[in-house]
């Protein structure tokens, strides 16, 4: 992490971005967009998922999954599930677009996943604690896999009122140096699949080109996923790490501001706030810069020491 974990793009760097903003990410930088630049839904829209949405929540979040144009995570679908499909479908569109012209060798061949509206609270959530943001971690999904896909995320708060506060702290390779051996996975596993398991993945990314995400998203696993989530699981479980007194910094995003880090590497926690719209998008590994940061780099280093 370096001093400052924020970035704020400059009037400059929407004009003409080439990679700064890329490799400002790969350095563990969360960007910050202020309110304006990328165009929210309208008004009616914006009220609509905060005042009537968060009643028919049957998930912890609502999800839009472009690939197959459904949703999740909604009780009674109907009227209300087909506007908030329209409102996440277009939102993560737009996002796409500003992306595309702010982080052009990142879009290009990535994989745009689901697009969340985060309705509830998360101060004080009764939750899980494996699934609790209020604890920091890094992204780690518990099903599905990223093969070393980097998961970059895009947020936008839009609550009219409440700030929607962060705490963000070591990046993935301090991470993995300091808390490795206690996490389990130092030394790193092999990263590279075994022939069956890649038979497994071949087989399901088969299926979700017949239009069966779903399949996609439950089945699929890889030895690097497993080892991030045994990361991710250890940093939630341990009490001590959490509590650390001067661990990370807090970071405020104000009322219609939007941000984007790379989940995997930055860890990160919510700690209050509420009503979020997230994009998710998978960047390909060989699109990064400074691939050496990155989680994958980090382990497969850790594993050529070893
Ligand atoms: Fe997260």
Known sequence: MTDQPLHRVRADEYESPGDRLERSLEEGQVLLFEPGRLPLPNEQD?????????RLLSLKNISYHPHGDF???????????????RILREYGERVEGFLGHLLPGFTSGWSPRKINFRPVQEKGRVIKRHSNNELLHV??????????????RFFTNINPEEARIWRVAEEFGELYRQFGGAAGIAPPPRLRQGLAERAWTGSLR???????PQLEVVGDTSPYDRAMRRMHNWMKDSDEFQNAPGRGTELAFDPYHSWCVLTDQVSHAALAGQHALVATFYVRPEACHLPER?????LEAAGRAA
């Open 46 to 54: 914006l009220a609509f998922l905060r005042d009537e949405v968060g």
């Open 71 to 85: 949703i999740s995570g909604l009780k009674n679908e109907g009227d209300a599930g087909e506007r908030v499909r």
């Open 206 to 212: 088969a299926l979700s080109a017949l239009n069966l």
């Open 294 to 298: 990155s989680p994958w780099g980090v």
């Open 139 to 152: 992204d780690a999904f518990p099903a599905g896999a990223t093969h070393g896909w980097r998961p970059l």
